[in-house]
């Protein structure tokens, strides 16, 4: 290391003065071409240092920061055998013999081993691994290969014994939900048993399930969304399995629709439509998965058409009228505003005297001016309904406590209706 440091200093200084000076000399050019040819013959050399086995890690197959002995007398690194320990294994994983203790004993030989090995070479030691959770090793890419085979290949029960360990692993293992973009065999052989027309309720919801798991992953969020049979299969999920897997297939369409350009592809896949069925029919989980997924969906705009065609304003306002997720759904309602269609809809559905109640008894700053917000769309759109907002005023007021005590946005909008009920010709405003 001190000897490449020197090689790098003696090349900045070089490239320095002739970058600095007018007149160099071609000796301190050849001299800067010199240092230059033996650094980078320095580096090649000291690329090509494999790692004695003995020094690796048979988990993670990286040199070893804390070498320990496991009761089989075999040595790993202590992060790495620790998570496989926590993990509720009682095994060895290289051996397969069962641990007589967990106690993990230093290897003091080993350690000093590769210390020595490292300052041969002029190698830094390495530092302990701190996020581990984020480390692929070559145990959990076996882990893995070897549940997809049993989905493939196996019996309908060692299928439903895959998918639940798959389930449980995607959930507690962020090394797993890594692995799924390293081989394009991966996502065929975990939908392969979705294909069935007589698939087990409980192996369809832990499979499901497992694409919300791995969903959770930047990586895979892109991936999941360009493939057609993963967002199929969602779709024919929130249709016809049980309310669990309709929740969980909610779930991952929400996670996935984070991207914009997945946003676009779902709604254009018909999602939809199937949401807001769930989002009428579920139970408050299933209703609130689905509530989140066409929000989210709805913050582009072509999907706002989409969502209001499938009918998604009576929807949200029934639920809305029996208090169901009141602000979750004032949030949907205030983005289909801008459609004409849906503020069409809203005036004929009796949206008007709903908001205005929801501004006099809400406690959420947020939700009155969501309400208030689609109020000064309909009112501006359907002058008709400013006889409602009228009553409501010479009644309670409302508007006129709101454009004092609300937001500053909610402010703005109530004093807009305000006026708007000032000008007409037909109506006077009654503070």
């Known amino acids: 290391m001190e000897r490449e440091k020197g090689l790098k200093e003696k090349l900045r200084q070089l490239v320095m003065s002739i970058v600095d000076s007018d007149d160099f000399t071609l000796q301190t050019a050849d001299e800067a071409i010199a240092t230059l040819s033996a650094l980078k013959n320095f580096n090649s050399l000291h690329e090509d240092r494999p790692i004695p086995p003995h020094f690796r890690c048979p988990i993670s197959t990286q040199l070893m920061t804390d070498p320990v002995i496991l009761s089989t007398g075999q040595t790993y690194d202590r992060p790495f055998i620790e998570r496989w320990l926590n993990e509720g294994h009682r095994t060895c994983p290289q051996t397969q013999q069962v641990l007589s203790h967990s106690v993990l004993t230093p290897n003091c030989l080993v350690r000093d081993m590769i210390a020595q090995w490292c300052k041969d070479r002029g190698i830094p ?39 639940k360990e798959l389930r449980l692993l995607t959930k507690r293992m962020p090394s797993i939900r890594m692995l799924v973009g390293e081989s394009a065999d991966v996502i065929p052989q975990l939908l392969g048993p979705l294909s069935s027309p007589t698939t087990d309720p409980d192996l369809h919801e832990d499979l499901i399930t497992t694409v919300l798991n791995l969903s959770i992953h930047d990586d895979n969020k892109k991936l999941f969304a360009e493939d057609p049979a993963v967002i199929s299969l969602l779709i024919d999920a929130l249709k016809c399995g049980t309310i669990r897997t309709r929740t969980n297939a909610a779930a991952a369409i929400f996670t996935l629709s984070a991207l914009d350009d997945n946003k676009h592809i779902i709604g ?36 706002k058409g989409r969502t209001v065609r499938d009918g998604a304003v009576r929807v949200i306002l029934k639920k809305m009228m029996d208090h169901i997720l009141v602000d979750e759904l004032l949030a949907i309602l ?59 005023e010479k009644a309670n007021g409302t508007l006129s406590k709101l454009a004092q ?27």
């Open 334 to 392: 205030a983005l289909l505003s801008s459609h004409p269609k849906a503020v069409e809809e809203m005036g004929d559905l009796g949206a008007v005297p709903l908001l205005l109640g929801i501004i006099r008894e809400s406690t959420s700053e947020r939700s009155k001016e969501n309400c208030v917000a689609i109020l000064y769309t309909i009112c501006f759109s359907d002058r008709t309904k400013l006889k409602e907002i009228r009553e409501e």
């Open 125 to 163: 030691l390495p530092k302990p691994v701190k996020d581990l959770d984020h480390v692929v090793t070559n145990a959990d890419r076996n882990r893995l290969n070897s549940l997809l085979r049993k989905l493939s290949l196996s019996s309908s029960s060692d299928q439903k014994e895959a998918a």
């Open 268 to 303: 254009k896949s018909g999602a939809i439509n199937p949401l807001l069925e769930l989002l009428d029919e579920g139970d408050p989980l299933a209703m609130k998965d689905a509530a989140s997924a066409v929000f989210n969906l709805c913050l582009v705009h072509e999907n």
């Open 405 to 431: 005590c609300g937001t500053s946005r909610a402010k703005r909008k109530a004093n807009g209706i305000l006026e708007r009920l000032n000008r007409s010709p037909y109506l006077t405003h009654t503070a």
